[in-house]
C-alpha cells in the first residue's frame, strides 16, 4: 500500500521563505503532486514532480528525492493568502493511476 | 466551461435516509473520481470511473454506490446514510494523460444525524 506523513501544522511569517515535508512509503509511484485547498475550498493542483530533483512554478518549488522517499514545497515570500492546507499526493504505478493523498499541512501565514 | 460542478452544496440527512450526490464535467476527460475528506484523514478514494460504462473501488466504498451515466456524469449514492458518512465529498477529474493533475468540484457537505 501506499502511505505519506506530513506535519500537521505550520506557522511562518509574511514575507519568509517555508518548507512543507512528505515522507512517503510506497511499492512504486510515477510522481509525487501537491495541492492546495483553503478553509472551505476545493484542492487545487500546484506541481507535479517525476523526476528527482526541483520544479519551480513561480514563488512555489517542489522537490523530490525517490532514495530518501521524500519530497517538499518551498513557498517563498510568503503572503497572507498562502494560509491553506497543503497535500501531497502520490500517483500510484501498477494497474490503474489512482492518486493517494497525505493528510495534509495547514500553514499559517502571520504578519 | 464551468469545469468540474457538484450537486448539493451542503446536505443534512436523518440516519437511515437515502440520497444521490451529482457530478458532472465539461473538460471531455474520460476518468472521474469521487472522494471523502474528513478532518486530519486527507483525502480518501471512494470509486472510481476509468471510462464511460466502468467504475471501481477505491479504498472506502462500503455504503456506497455509483452511476457513470455518460461520459459527463458520475453520481454517488449513500442507499442508507450512517453518522460516519458525515463528511465533506469531492468529485474530481484529472486531465487527460495526466492523472496526477485532477481537477476538483467544489465539494458536498453532508451531515448525518
Known amino acids: 500500500g501506499q502511505s505519506l506523513e506530513q506535519p500537521s501544522e505550520v506557522t511562518a511569517v509574511e514575507g519568509a521563505i517555508v518548507q512543507i515535508n512528505c515522507t512517503y512509503q510506497t511499492s512504486g509511484f510515477y510522481g509525487l503532486s501537491w495541492y492546495q485547498q483553503h478553509d472551505g475550498g476545493a484542492p487545487t493542483f500546484l506541481s507535479y514532480?517525476?523526476?528527482?530533483g526541483l520544479e519551480e512554478t513561480g514563488r512555489f518549488s517542489s522537490f523530490l528525492s525517490r532514495s530518501d522517499s521524500y519530497g517538499y514545497l518551498l513557498l517563498q515570500e510568503l503572503q497572507m493568502k498562502d494560509s491553506a492546507s497543503y497535500f501531497c499526493?502520490?500517483?500510484?504505478?501498477?494497474?490503474?493511476?489512482?492518486?493517494?493523498f497525505g493528510t495534509g499541512t495547514k500553514l499559517q501565514v502571520i504578519p | 466551461n464551468a469545469g468540474v460542478t457538484q450537486t448539493p452544496k451542503f446536505q443534512v440527512l436523518k440516519t437511515g435516509q437515502s440520497m444521490t450526490l451529482q457530478c458532472a464535467q465539461d473538460?471531455?476527460?474520460?476518468?472521474m473520481y469521487w472522494y471523502r475528506q474528513d478532518p486530519g484523514m486527507g483525502l480518501r478514494l471512494i470509486y472510481y470511473s476509468a471510462s464511460e460504462g466502468t467504475t471501481d473501488k477505491g479504498e472506502v466504498p462500503n455504503g456506497y454506490n455509483v452511476s457513470r451515466l455518460n461520459k459527463r456524469e458520475f453520481s454517488l449514492r449513500l442507499e442508507s446514510a450512517a453518522p460516519s458518512q458525515t463528511s465533506v465529498y469531492f468529485c474530481a477529474s484529472p486531465g487527460q494523460g495526466r492523472s496526477y493533475e485532477q481537477y476538483f468540484g467544489p465539494g458536498t457537505r453532508l451531515t448525518v444525524t
Open positions: 499526493a502520490l500517483l500510484n504505478s501498477g494497474g490503474y493511476q489512482k492518486v493517494t
Open positions: 473538460m471531455n476527460h474520460n476518468s
Open positions: 514532480n517525476a523526476l528527482d
